[in-house]
DNA sequence: AATTGTGAAATTGTTCACAGCA
DNA sequence: TGCTGTGAACAATTTCACAATT
């Protein structure tokens, strides 16, 4: 029921779904009802065959010569992506890009909550962040267990960020998104995600210095 | 000289010189004068071949029987990558996001100078981060000529980000790097790179809702 | 003996093109 | 008629496997 085919979604699918809950929820806004594979890709620079079969992964949602139904598909790709229920995210380190996720908005928007904040500074632990205490990294397992933790963002500089990981892991968190820029190692069963800002300066770099013209 | 094979290097080879320039960076501290590309793909999760792959794209760098020399490969990339030169950079919003990035050593560590910030708020305006004096985005235009700017990197809220994308594109920034939520549409001439920080928890949601475990 | 460099094979991802349906 | 859903064709990327080299 929830699998009409068993091919594998991909990685590239995943991020697209992404997307296209994103332009979903502006075409609700613009009081859509209906839109078609061509007018979303176009709004998002894909191809319309590319929608529909990215689309047809879970289930025939369109109705042909009509489009698809803004609000129906927007709510079943939350559900797909995993949306439609809140999560309780530890914020791991609090200095420059922590204190910037932690106000964040877009986060709280999605249903991502960030419920704790760690940090080994002694000056920093107990200090307010947006009306969230800062609890000391030491304290990080008894705190994850009793908050019902789902994810980590690690957002502590690079040299810790690996020993950073390991407690966190063996705190018992299960998702990581990881700020620091570096590649961590960690067991299979933890599903991890990185965020290195440089890489993308540097493609921006890369393409400047072989005149890379997008057409 | 510079172009020993005229096969195009794709995006994701790319992003693997990127991981590779660190991974050689750190290598390097470590001393090491040789790499295989057994090792290095052990390092960075991926497969000798490939990491052979992607190092033919520019050239014999290798030994056979003895692997990369450390040093030189990096230095070679770097210049690929155009990390050998320096690379002004104009922050324009300068709220949670840009705040932190001003303060990202990470950065100008690569060459990244972050040399003017601007920002359309008048309690920011002339204030200081980091020594570097908030601009009335109205002067993007004169400055960005005059300081001889590279890239720009938006850090702006999502309802007013295609706007200022646009006025910086008019202020002749060539090269963008974008952290609003949305998909900016520009020329076709500009270079365009988005960082959206919420598509990756959405990853993570997706993989734990759907028992997703990479092995 | 160890490891590169690279065609060829395998796999994965994208686009085409059209039958089928509202 | 317009647009979806999808198998087949095509394109890109990754992996294999091995000759060449130190």
Redesign the interface.
Known sequence: MSKPTNKKISEST??R???Y???LVTLENEHYKTISSKELAK???LTPAQVRKDLSFFGSFGTRGLGYPVAELRNRIAE????TRL?N?ALIGVG??G???V??K??AK???NIKLIFDNDQRKIGSNHKGIKVSDFKDIAKLVASEKI??A?IAVP?HTAQATADEVVAAGV????NFA???LKLP??V???S????????????????D????
């Not at 797909?80 to 949306?83: A, S, W």
């Not at 299960?174 to 998104?177: H, N, S």
């Open positions: 995943i991020h779904l992404s997307i809950y994103r332009a709004r998002e620079k797909i992506l995993g949306l999560w995210v420059n890009i204190s910037a996720l106000s964040y877009e986060f999605q249903g991502f789902d994810m963002i690079a299960k998702a990581i998104l820029p570096i590649n299979a069963h599903i991890l995600r965020q290195n800002m440089c890489i993308e300066l540097e493609h921006l770099a890369f393409a400047m210095t072989n890379v013209i997008s057409d």
